[in-house]
Antibody
Framework: QVQLKESGPGLVQPSETLSLTCTVS????????VSWVRQPSGKGPEWMGR???????AYNSALKSRLSISRDTSKNQVFLKMNSLQTDDTGTYYC?????????WGQGVMVTVSS | DIVMTQSPSSLAVSAGETVTINCKSS????????????LAWYQQKPGQSPKLLIY???TRESGVPDRFIGSGSGTDFTLTISSVQAEDLANYYC?????????FGGGTKLELK
C-alpha cells in the first residue's frame, strides 16, 4: 500500500538549515509527484513545493529563495532543504503524494526552531 | 497567489444536525478545458494528518460517508455535513489546486454544542 514517512531533526537552531527526508513505498517517484506541506500549530496547512514525477520542481514563491527539493529515485526518497530558519518556521512538516489534491499524507514530523 | 477564505472559523453543533462550511476563493477555480472546479476539502482530527474528503469540488473520495457533500463553482464553495456524528468533530480545510502555489483556507473547527 501507499506509504510516505518523513524523517529529520525535531529541533533546529535559528538561522540554521532544515533537512528532511521523505521515504515512500507502494508507488514510484517517476509516476507520481510528491509535495511538502507544513502546518504551524493551530493553523491551516501551507504548500511548500513539489517534486514532479518527471523530476521538475515547483516552489511556493514565499519560500523559493530558501527552499530546495530533490530526490533519489533509486532509494524512493524525496528531500527538503530549507535554510535561514526562523521561529515562525516551527510546525509539522508533511510529505504528500499529490495530484493537486492530496489523497496520501505522511504522518508528519514536528520541527521546532529554537535556540 | 489565490487566497482561500473559510467561514465560519468555528461551529458548535449537536449530533444529528446539518452543518454548512463555506469557502471563497479570490479568483475562479473553474478550468475551462476540463470544465471542472479545482477545489478539495479535508478533515483533520487532533494529532492526525489531514484526510481528503472531496476533490473537484463535489467528488467524494473513496470510503468517505455520503453525508459529506461538496458543492459550488467558480469562487464560492460549500461543504455540507448532514446528520453530524460525534466522529465528525474535527477541523475542516478547503484547498485550491487551480494554480500553484496550492493554497488552503484557514480552517473551520467543528465542536460539540
Amino acid at each position: 500500500q501507499v506509504q510516505l514517512k518523513e524523517s529529520g531533526p525535531g529541533l533546529v537552531q535559528p538561522s540554521e538549515t532544515l533537512s528532511l527526508t521523505c521515504t515512500v513505498s507502494g508507488f514510484s517517484l517517476t509516476s507520481y509527484s510528491v509535495s511538502w506541506v507544513r502546518q504551524p500549530s493551530g493553523k491551516g496547512p501551507e504548500w511548500m513545493g513539489r517534486m514532479w514525477y518527471d523530476g521538475d520542481t515547483a516552489y511556493n514563491s514565499a519560500l523559493k529563495s530558501r527552499l530546495s527539493i530533490s530526490r533519489d529515485t533509486s532509494k524512493n526518497q524525496v528531500f527538503l532543504k530549507m535554510n535561514s530558519l526562523q521561529t515562525d518556521d516551527t510546525g509539522t512538516y508533511y510529505c504528500t503524494r499529490d495530484r493537486g489534491y492530496t489523497n496520501y499524507w505522511g504522518q508528519g514530523v514536528m520541527v521546532t526552531v529554537s535556540s | 497567489d489565490i487566497v482561500m477564505t473559510q467561514s465560519p472559523s468555528s461551529l458548535a453543533v449537536s449530533a444529528g444536525e446539518t452543518v454548512t462550511i463555506n469557502c471563497k476563493s479570490s479568483q475562479s477555480l473553474f478550468g475551462t478545458i476540463r470544465q471542472k472546479n479545482y477545489l478539495a476539502w479535508y478533515q483533520q482530527k487532533p494529532g492526525q494528518s489531514p484526510k481528503l474528503l472531496i476533490y473537484l469540488a463535489s467528488t467524494r473520495e473513496s470510503g468517505v460517508p455520503d453525508r459529506f457533500i461538496g458543492s459550488g463553482s467558480g469562487t464560492d464553495f460549500t461543504l455540507t455535513i448532514s446528520s453530524v456524528q460525534a466522529e465528525d468533530l474535527a477541523n475542516y480545510y478547503c484547498q485550491q489546486y487551480f494554480d500553484t502555489p496550492w493554497t488552503f483556507g484557514g480552517g473551520t473547527k467543528l465542536e460539540l454544542k
